[in-house]
T-cell receptor, first 113, second 112 residues
Framework: DGGITQSPKYLFRKEGQNVTLSCEQNLNHDAMYWYRQDPGQGLRLIYYSQIVNDFQKGDIAEGYSVSREKKESFPLTVTSAQKNPTAFYLC????????????FGPGTRLTVL | QKEVEQNSGPLSVPEGAIASLNCTYSDRGSQSFFWYRQYSGKSPELIMSIYSNGDKEDGRFTAQLNKASQYVSLLIRDSQPSDSATYLCAVNRYSSASKIIFGSGTRLSIRP
């Protein structure tokens, strides 16, 4: 059963902590993405990766970091430098970068305490 | 001007009627267009993609693309209460071929 999984579903962070959100896909897709969604807002691109060991900053990369050591995995770290991290985080993948359809995981809701 | 613009709604449509959702985009070179449905608290799910001018039908859904007017729409026929959701329009950014830009979405409410 192919798809994208994200964990955890809910995450609570204290001030000054770094937290890591997991994203795994078994669709054999080359490209993966991280988005942030705030209430009533559209999706904003944080980072994307075209291929293993390569990733690029999106529109709102400050305070975030990623790695792409395996094709299936694209974890996102929300660092303490991100001043307003409370949001819904969505991971997506597509066969290739650019024009291909993106498929989304179920999301992680991060709340800062 | 936003790269992808949608009316935020809410758009209220009676059950059984046609719901019409609109989206305009600014990048004239865009080639790929997508409609996603997002229920409250859930992730977006793809409804349709369209790449050529004209209409594309899939069940109760029809996507319409007019590249000259930089306009893409989604029609939902025989609207059902289960269609109540936020609909996101997404367009690839030709000038930066690696990115797809999402509109902020139109909230649709189907009233019984």
């Amino acid at each position: 059963d192919g798809g994208i999984t994200q964990s955890p579903k809910y995450l609570f962070r204290k001030e000054g902590q770094n937290v890591t959100l997991s994203c795994e896909q078994n669709l054999n897709h080359d490209a993966m993405y991280w988005y942030r969604q705030d209430p009533g807002q559209g999706l904003r691109l944080i980072y994307y990766s075209q291929i293993v060991n390569d990733f690029q900053k999106g529109d709102i990369a400050e305070g975030y970091s990623v790695s792409r050591e395996k094709k299936e995995s694209f974890p996102l770290t929300v660092t303490s430098a991100q001043k307003n991290p409370t949001a819904f985080y969505l991971c997506a993948s597509s066969k290739t970068i650019g024009t291909d359809t993106q498929y989304f995981g179920p999301g992680t809701r991060l709340t800062v305490l | 001007q936003k790269e992808v613009e949608q009316n935020s709604g809410p758009l209220s449509v009676p059950e059984g009627a046609i719901a019409s959702l609109n989206c305009t985009y600014s990048d004239r070179g865009s080639q790929s267009f997508f409609w996603y449905r997002q229920y409250s608290g859930k992730s977006p799910e793809l409804i349709m993609s369209i790449y050529s001018n004209g209409d594309k039908e899939d069940g109760r859904f029809t996507a319409q693309l007019n590249k000259a007017s930089q306009y893409v729409s989604l029609l939902i026929r025989d609207s059902q209460p289960s269609d109540s959701a936020t609909y996101l329009c997404a367009v690839n950014r030709y000038s930066s071929a690696s990115k797809i830009i999402f509109g902020s979405g139109t909230r649709l409410s189907i009233r019984p």
